[in-house]
């Protein structure tokens, strides 16, 4: 006996929704690939033309450079892996399989929607 996707229980995307999501999960990755570079890049670009970056001393010392690789890289790098996979996530539950889980019924005259 065959059953219809929809007696299954089982959610089937179509190929253009399937395409789309991809597409969009494709720029949200090279979106925060892109922000991770720009990060990577500005330290060597800090420590070339400032020269404080690498002189003065903030605790004992540990210049801000050093602090802001040694500690500060490790909250940025889990702050853009946190965004990222949220994004990621709430996008692929928002455009796949999304059939079953919208409440798409219109209440009929019978139904005590908006009656007091």
Do not use: K
Request: net charge negative; hydrophobic share 45%; charged share 15%.
């Amino acid at each position: 006996m065959t059953h219809s996707p929809q007696e299954d229980g089982e959610t089937r995307d179509t190929p253009a929704e399937v395409d789309a999501a991809f597409r969009t999960q494709r720029r949200v990755a090279l979106t925060y690939f892109i922000v991770f570079l720009v990060v990577v890049a500005a330290f060597p670009f800090l420590s070339s033309t400032l020269d404080w970056w690498l002189e003065s001393q903030l605790i004992g010392d540990l210049s801000p450079g050093f602090l802001t690789v040694a500690i500060g890289l490790y909250v940025v790098f889990a702050a853009i892996g946190i965004a990222a996979a949220t994004l990621s996530s709430s996008v692929e539950s928002q455009m796949l399989g999304a059939q079953g889980t919208h409440n798409t019924e219109v209440p009929g005259p019978d139904s005590s929607a908006g009656q007091r």
